[in-house]
T-cell receptor
C-alpha cells in the first residue's frame, strides 16, 4: 500500500493564482482531512470529509475549497492564493466511525505564495 | 469550546533525564486523546492513544480528567526522542491538535 500520497511536494505561486493540492489514499478510509502547519500554530484543520460526497469545514476554511467524489481522493483547491496561505499542508485519513482511530498522514506539500 | 494546549514550544533535556511534555484539553464530553510525533524528515505518526494504556518507545501518557490533562512522560530520554510532539483531541469527527512541543535531547 502506498498509504496517503500528496502532490506536489513543493509549489510556488503568485498572489491571485489558483491551484489544487492532490491527496489520495489506498486504505479505503472513510475519513479524510486537510491541515495546515504553521510555526507556533501547530496543525489547524482546514476541511474534512466523512465519506464520498460529504465535506465540512474545519477551523480555517476561508480561501479553500474541497470536494470528495471518490473514497480515494480529496483535493484541496486554493481559489486565489494569498501570502497568508504560505504554509505546509498535510492530508490525513482514517477509519472514520471507529473510535480511537489512528490518522495516517501524507508527506506534506510546502506552498509558498509570493 | 474544544481546545488543546501545549504550553511549551521547546523542551531541552539531557540524555538519560526524565521527560514530561504537557498537554491540557478542554472538551465537554468524553475525550479521545492522542500523542503524535514528527521526527525530522518523516511523516507525522501516531505515538500513543489514551485508551491503549501502553508504553510506546518508553513513553506513557495518563488521562487525568480532573485536571483535564494528558501529559506525555518518559523516565530516561534518548537522543532519538528528539522530535516535534503534538497532543490531539478527537471530537465527533474533528481532530484538534495542540501547537506542538519540540523536544531536544542533548548528549
Amino acid at each position: 500500500n502506498a498509504g496517503v500520497t500528496q502532490t506536489p511536494k513543493f509549489q510556488v505561486l503568485k498572489t491571485g493564482q489558483s491551484m489544487t493540492l492532490q491527496c489520495a489514499q489506498d486504505m479505503n478510509h472513510e475519513y479524510m482531512s486537510w491541515y495546515r502547519q504553521d510555526p507556533g500554530m501547530g496543525l489547524r484543520l482546514i476541511h474534512y470529509s466523512v465519506g464520498a460526497g460529504i465535506t465540512d469545514q474545519g477551523e480555517v476554511p476561508n480561501g479553500y475549497n474541497v470536494s470528495r467524489s471518490t473514497t480515494e481522493d480529496f483535493p484541496l483547491r486554493l481559489l486565489s492564493a494569498a501570502p497568508s496561505q504560505t504554509s505546509v499542508y498535510f492530508c490525513a485519513s482514517s477509519y472514520g466511525r471507529k473510535p480511537y482511530n489512528e490518522q495516517f498522514f501524507g508527506p506534506g506539500t510546502r506552498l509558498t505564495v509570493l | 469550546a474544544q481546545r488543546v494546549t501545549q504550553p511549551e514550544k521547546l523542551l531541552s533535556v539531557f540524555k538519560g533525564a526524565p521527560v514530561e511534555l504537557k498537554c491540557n484539553y478542554s472538551y465537554s464530553g468524553s475525550p479521545e486523546l492522542f500523542w503524535y510525533v514528527q521526527y525530522s524528515r518523516q511523516r507525522l505518526q501516531l505515538l500513543l492513544r489514551h485508551i491503549s494504556r501502553e508504553s510506546i518507545k518508553g513513553f506513557t501518557a495518563d488521562l487525568n480528567k480532573g485536571e483535564t490533562s494528558f501529559h506525555l512522560k518518559k523516565p530516561f530520554a534518548q537522543e532519538e526522542d528528539s522530535a516535534m510532539y503534538y497532543c490531539a483531541l478527537r471530537g465527533t469527527y474533528k481532530y484538534i491538535f495542540g501547537t506542538g512541543t519540540r523536544l531536544k535531547v542533548l548528549a
